[in-house]
Nanobody, 119 residues
Framework: QVQLVESGGGAVQVGGSLSLSCLAS????????WAWYRQVSGKEREMVAK???????NYADFVQRRFTISRDRAKNILSLQMNYLKPEDTGVYFC?????????????WGQGAQVSVSS
């Protein structure tokens, strides 16, 4: 089992910055990749950014180089730095850890952190 506890987020005006952190504990070694997802109003949960154990990163097209995902292996902290925020970035952001369960992909989720961007 892995537990994910998020912190950060909050409210900011257009063009501002926010950061999110996710502290992981438990059987970290079973995790294959780490990611941030978000759920914005009226849409399904979507991937924002992902980082593999080897350090490779992937971003959703809408990120447009505004966000940076990183992971501190020693402290087991996953982070998301968000710059140049837009109102459409408003939503709940979730930390996610992917692992294999009976050869199928499975996921641990954090509790979610609210990000609000006002114009």
């Amino acid at each position: 089992q892995v537990q994910l506890v998020e912190s950060g987020g909050g409210a900011v005006q257009v063009g501002g910055s926010l950061s999110l952190s996710c502290l992981a504990s438990g059987t970290i070694d079973e995790i294959r990749s780490w990611a941030w997802y978000r759920q914005v109003s009226g849409k399904e949960r979507e991937m924002v950014a992902k980082i593999l154990n080897g350090g490779e990163t992937n971003y959703a097209d809408f990120v447009q180089r505004r966000f940076t995902i990183s992971r501190d292996r020693a402290k087991n902290i996953l982070s998301l730095q968000m710059n140049y925020l837009k109102p459409e970035d408003t939503g709940v952001y979730f930390c996610c850890a992917e692992y294999l369960e009976n050869w199928d992909r499975a996921y641990y989720w954090g509790q979610g952190a609210q990000v609000s961007v006002s114009s």
